[in-house]
């Protein structure tokens, strides 16, 4: 087997012990990659450190990402605030007092603009945790990558674009299913063949944890999610081979630092055996499953806040351990706000350390071989696989969504847990025991008072600037493409050439493919 390139250093321990690439079964890099995806892993090359952030208008968060990369962070990750999620304008009614709340408010090309200045997008990777309104989003970032001369063949980045998660635990959708997933496949066919580079989906898990679930149900919804987009994607005529290397992931990763490990090395074997025994993928990278991890959030307190960056440590070694491509790693007090620069800063610097003072991204899959870990991965794997048979018999995830099966399970153990901890059965340091009235406060950041109306100001400023039959027109090549069985991406681009905003291009498809309205 031959070595990928390794990182230029010595890896040695400080008392001069050699570290070796592996230990024990030399199978990393090879089929079904259940030590990693790569033979050198974090040898070869680091993970990824993508800090999400997102807050108020463009501008403001323009200066935390500059501010990030200048500080080490060797990729972003952009929140977008609640009404650009659900395909509102900032000056539509059911955006009142939402606006930059809980992301940042992009409207138009000019927003995008603004969000990525000074941001080369031919050597940062942008990643987008966006859904219903993904191809607008993407569609944004090319025309911005075209004002800044990048071929969109270099591009890197990921789009979550992960709809089904929406139904089962988030609640950002807004068509029905079946045209929701036809725009994710729409999104995979033009991707193949103009931004090869893109990550068409991340399909996540990270939801679904956050709204209660147990590992074994993050592991097995996830997988059965990614089975759905890969069945319509061959459905609508692509070759596997074609799309399935720029599906990816995105897991959650909690404070259980073992089982979590058990759950990355699991995921990335069942995903293999899926693709190639089930989906008959013949290219290696089909079978890889390439994730991104995002520390726990509904693990964070307010109570104590300081002690997070403990939690973010443990769960940020485990996601190492388990052999994440990128991660996240929240901030102490966002249980509290938004982060603050200071508590970025220590998010982002936890990270540097684990990589370059702990020692522990030196060998591959150091915990291999490890019987407890060996045992739980199988474990993981055979539990999770139960849900997911019974996923199917129901007739896939899609099915099983309309008849509430994964959100009745999620509410299940979301309950149990959440009894366990009142119980005193399950301890939360500094919430029920080892419990302080004299924890220190740490400051808190509040987004500017006055985004929401600069946002309605600027929108005002575009329609009257724009021509307005341009865009008119493109919106209605656009109701048409959706109407048809057209691609719709090369539509909605032409929609942003011409100016329209996010809002006008939803409003679009809402008159074509109505809203979702569960049972």
Known sequence: MSKSKERKQKFTTPSGLDVERIYGDDTAGSYPYTRGIRETMYRGRLWTMRQYAG????????????????????????????????GYDADDAQARGEVGKVGVSICSSEDMATLL????????????????????????VLVEAEKQKVPWSTLRGTIQNDILKEYI????????????????????????????????????????????????????FTLSNGISYVEAALRSGLKIDDFASRL???????????EEIAKFRAARRMWAKIMKERFHAKSEKSMM?????????SSLTAQQPYNNIVRTTVQAMAAVFG???SLHTNSFDEALGLPTRESATIALRTQQILAQ???????????????????????????????????????????AIEAGYPQEEI?????????????????????????TDDAQEPPIMKSSPVGEAEQVKALKKLRTGRNDKECQDALSALQKAASSENNIMPVIVQCIRAKATLGEISHTFRLVFGEYKPL
């Open 117 to 140: 200045n000074g941001i080369p997008l031919d050597k940062v990777s942008l990643s987008m945790t966006i859904n219903s309104t993904a191809a607008i989003l993407l569609a944004l």
């Open 289 to 297: 499953l390439r994730f991104h991890t995002q520390t726990a959030g």
């Open 411 to 435: 509410e299940k153990a979301a309950y149990e847990y959440q009894r366990s901890i009142e119980s005193g059965e399950q301890i939360i340091v500094g919430v029920n025991d080892y419990v």
């Open 55 to 86: 807050f108020g208008t463009a501008q403001e968060a323009n200066a935390r990402y500059r501010y990030l990369l200048e500080n080490g962070s060797t990729g972003l990750s952009v929140a977008f605030d609640l009404p650009t999620q659900m």
């Open 169 to 220: 635990a988030r609640g950002t959708y807004i068509y029905p299913p079946g045209p929701a997933i036809r725009i994710v496949t729409d999104i995979f066919e033009f991707c193949s063949k103009e931004v090869p580079n893109w990550n068409t989906v991340s399909i996540s898990g990270y939801h679904i944890r956050e709204a209660g679930s147990t590992a074994v149900q993050e592991l097995a």
């Open 357 to 399: 003072e702990s020692g522990i991204a030196n060998a591959v899959d150091p915990l291999g071989g490890a019987p407890l870990i060996e045992e739980w991965t199988d474990r993981m794997e055979a539990e999770s696989q139960l849900l997911m048979d019974h996923i199917e018999s129901l007739g896939g995830m899609v099915d």
């Open 248 to 258: 990816s992931f995105f897991f959650n990763c909690h404070n259980d630092f073992l």
């Open 323 to 325: 052999g994440t491509q």
